[in-house]
């Protein structure tokens, strides 16, 4: 064996290498962690967007139906008895 090999070897079962190892295998899954809620997060920002554009959209239909309302006529025209049996 080498003495390259022979020291690989002997390094890779140290307790320094394997702590190494285990932080490696955990920067490694809260880095997925991370991408995971970060694509959550815009899933629901996006959500959040779509929301208020649409309460947007009916807040101004809201009120040019009550524009609307407020410039009708409120008076009731009866309907004389020739117009009322014609329909």
Known sequence: MTLLGDWNSRISGSTASLRDQEQAQEIKELRRQLKTKTAEGRRLQDQVDASATV???LL??????????????????PLTRSQATRE
């Open 60 to 77: 101004a239909e809201n009120d040019a139906l009550r524009r609307q309302l407020a410039t009708r006529s409120a008076v009731v025209v």
């Open 55 to 57: 309460i947007a959209v």
